[in-house]
């Protein structure tokens, strides 16, 4: 990648972090179901494509442990080959649907995706050229009810959010059930397989976010940067982009709570 700029279409704010902006009207114009408009955990489109552009070239194979709602699809418009693993059947059957619209739209592009449904954790290594992915959180899938509605809330806007994670968090096996202590255990794991499934001088780029417990921020960004230079990966870049921010952070913010406004972009290289 050499001097190649990050993003460089895209602003900056007074921290230096990316400002990508909102990607509704881009996700809208090309394969992707209604559902994933209204998830909250969708990885933003110009961020992805940023990433995209910075560490690939058309013919190579990208892979998302954590396919999620299949932003990565995109990478299969440019020639690129793509890979989507997930453990939850409501995240692969989305794919799917997302595939079926893309097959229609382009064909040549579609049969350029691979989507499996199973543990990243069984089925790693699969040889790829780069990893681009946004892994889940400790027991941040571990919704366990939906909520009542409070009789002074505007709108169902919580209730449809338990609903929808519900649907996305069945599989008990599910890394974003487990508690801190399991949870670094497995990705540890799942790191160590990354760096396995990479051809020499491939990349990982783990897109993440600093939560707040207790008042005080948890660096999550400290912990995969260590974890990921203990499997091998060398610190490629580190850039960080302003986060829109979703329901759940604008209703802290109202009620007076501290929240993460940045989200950092960690890219790392399978250097031997």
């Given at each position: 990648?050499?001097?190649?700029?990050?993003?460089?279409?895209?602003?900056?704010?007074?921290?230096?972090?990316?400002?990508?902006?909102?990607?509704?009207?881009?996700?809208?114009?090309?394969?992707?179901?209604?559902?994933?408009?209204?998830?909250?955990?969708?990885m933003n489109f110009h961020l992805e494509q940023s990433v995209i552009e910075y560490v690939a070239e058309p013919g190579q194979v990208l892979l998302d442990p954590f396919g999620g709602t299949g932003?990565?699809?995109?990478?299969?418009?440019?020639?690129?080959?793509?890979?989507?693993?997930?453990?939850?059947?409501?995240?692969?059957?989305?794919?799917?649907?997302a595939l079926e619209n893309l097959t229609k739209v382009d064909p040549e592009a579609a049969g350029r995706v691979i989507l499996l449904h199973g543990d990243n954790r069984l089925l790693l290594p699969?040889?790829?050229?780069?990893?681009?992915?946004?892994?889940?959180y400790a027991q941040a899938m571990n919704i366990q009810r939906v909520?009542?509605?409070?009789?002074?809330?505007?709108?169902?806007?919580l209730v449809d959010e338990d609903i929808r994670m519900l649907e996305y968090s069945k599989d008990q096996r599910n890394i974003g059930r487990l508690n801190t202590f399991m949870y670094n255990q497995n990705m540890e794991k799942v790191y160590k397989l990354c760096y396995e499934s990479l051809a020499v001088?491939?990349?990982?780029?783990?897109?993440i976010k600093d939560r707040i417990h207790d008042g005080k921020r948890v660096y999550l960004s400290k912990w995969v940067d260590r974890v990921c230079k203990q499997a091998g990966f060398t610190l490629d870049r580190w850039e960080k982009w302003k986060t829109l921010g979703h329901a759940f952070t604008k209703i802290a913010r109202a009620q007076g709570k501290e929240t993460v406004l940045d989200e950092d972009i960690m890219i790392y290289r399978r250097s031997t």
């Open positions: 990648m050499g001097s190649k700029k990050f993003a460089p279409e895209f602003p900056r704010d007074s921290n230096g972090w990316i400002v990508f902006g909102r990607d509704q009207k881009e996700r809208k114009n090309l394969f992707f179901p209604e559902e994933v408009m209204r998830h909250p955990a969708k932003t990565l699809m995109i990478a299969a418009l440019q020639g690129m080959r793509v890979i989507l693993l997930d453990i939850e059947l409501g995240y692969h059957k989305l794919q799917s649907e699969i040889p790829c050229n780069h990893i681009i992915t946004s892994p889940p909520r009542t509605r409070r009789e002074d809330a505007p709108d169902n806007l001088g491939g990349t990982l780029t783990i897109v």
